[in-house]
């Protein structure tokens, strides 16, 4: 087994969510205010993916006030806690570049309905079941030691 995927499987996380490009995500991500921790939402739209393994990173664009804003998260760093999939998008391209020109109602996405919909909102449900149980069996281990 080569050096670098013993230390990727070793400190990524075990389960990531099934992100695609288009999707409307909210990223639940750790913020550090003097001696306090809490966890702030940025939801807004996946217009790229980047990387793969522990690298793989997502770049997530939202408006506030008028002003695009877009913030790229590492999924496996410690501070993001939790990425979930409000809305499915359909679009044709790996890159949604074009969205940084458009204004209001323009940088809305369609919606993915219909099979496709259905079957990526049941993957979803079933990788988020077996975090949970990841994460029970974690703490079952942690009580035990």
Do not use: C, W
Request: charged share 35%; hydrophobic share 35%.
């Amino acid at each position: 087994m080569n050096v670098i995927d013993a230390v990727e499987r070793e400190f990524g996380k075990k389960i990531v969510p099934p992100i695609s490009i288009g999707d409307t995500v909210e990223v639940h991500y750790l913020i550090k205010e003097g001696d306090k921790e809490r966890i702030q939402l940025f939801i807004g739209t996946v217009i790229a993916a980047k990387g793969r393994g522990i690298r793989k990173s997502i770049t997530v664009r939202r408006i506030v006030q008028g002003e695009g804003v877009e913030r790229i998260f590492p999924l496996h760093s410690p501070r993001v806690q939790d990425v979930t999939i409000t809305r499915r998008g359909d679009v044709r391209r790996s890159k949604l570049y074009y969205l940084r020109d458009r204004v209001g109602k323009q940088t809305r996405v369609d919606e993915l309905l219909g099979e496709k919909a259905r079957r990526s909102k049941e993957q979803e449900k079933a990788v988020r079941a077996e975090m949970a149980s990841a994460e029970a069996d974690s703490g079952a281990t942690e009580t035990e030691e």
